[in-house]
């Protein structure tokens, strides 16, 4: 494999040649660049293929949040990781959408080298020759929802308040409709009737409500013919059910609140590629599906038969390029993929995966060709195979809910 380079950006000469020192055992697989400011960045990347840029955010001149949204305009295949120090709240803030991962400083030896392997993987995804053909015969992308982009826009403004966010959302009675309905789906399990967006951000946090309104906006940005042979309704529900259960086996295995948010997003999201694949080249989508049904082989497989390539990568190049975080980048690629994920530890690709295992497990009729398998050897190394059963029986207590619910 073509050797990746990472480029590294900090005004300070100790802390470069201290991640020199750093990387050196991974020399053999990578090559590293190193610039002290982010003009000296910019002229790097003009000048030779970079794969991931890893850039500190205090830096005079051009800082890191500058330096990382001129990357993603320009180079938008890097994949872009901020280091930040405690006082870098709002710079954050102004990065949203635009870094694919932060890491505090000073970085952990052992996730710095964990995080350069994940994003090369990910630049992989994203520099493949067959998904970007894909992707580009598909035409224009689809850009990200309106209202969450207005919302990040927002969301920048470190006085934005509660009301704020409410008003945005209350601005589209289609979205609040949608979103309200969701929000009192049994899912939740809230017990009672919430009747406002806001009551909704109070309630579920608002991060759970920006990621329902890009799934609402997604499914509705990526208008779907109706067919016999793929119910884009059934896929509605099915990425509901996994970003519920996602969260349930988050829930019970962490306290970490962004992985648990992490992982509901990238359940509700994880199949993105089948709508965009759907919407864009229906007749092919449902020439896979029927291949997939008569050859008793896996959807996957026949869409990598048919188009070259396969949902996850398609469904994550699109969340890739969109900026979201790299976990959920991560999660919908490899959903299907486990094997092919480097260095895997407790984290959305893993619970991803079991969710959408789990959903199928419980609704086997919904599933389109061979039924999936569980990668228990991954599992089994992170010493978790065993709580699976119990995932399961959180899984359908949610499930049962919701169906007494409709019933
Ligand atoms: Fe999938
Ligand atoms: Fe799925």
Redesign the pocket.
Known sequence: MEKKTILFVDDEPNILSGLQRMLRSMRKTMSFQFAESGTAALEILASEHIDVVVSDMRMPGMDGADLLTAVQKQYPHAVRIMLTGQADEGAIMRTVGVVHQFLAKPADPDILKQVIKRATVLQDLMADKQTKELVSSIGSLPSLPKMYSMLQETLKDPDCSLADVAKIIEQDLAMTAKLLQLVNSAFFGLYKHIESPSRAVNLLGLDTVKALILGVGVFSELKSPGSKIFDVNKLWY??MA?AAFAKIIAAQETDDKEMIDNAFIAGLL??VG?LLLFSRMPEKYEQAVTLAMESHCSLEEAERQIFGACHGHVGGYLIGLWGLPGPVVEAITF?HSLDSYPEPSFCPPIITHAA?YI??QLNRGDCIGEPRQLNEYTLEQLGILDHVERWVELCLETQNRCEEDDG
Do not use: E, I, L, V
Request: glycine share 0%; no cysteine; net charge negative.
């Open positions: 099915h990425s996994t994880h199949d089948k959903h959408d959903y199928y």
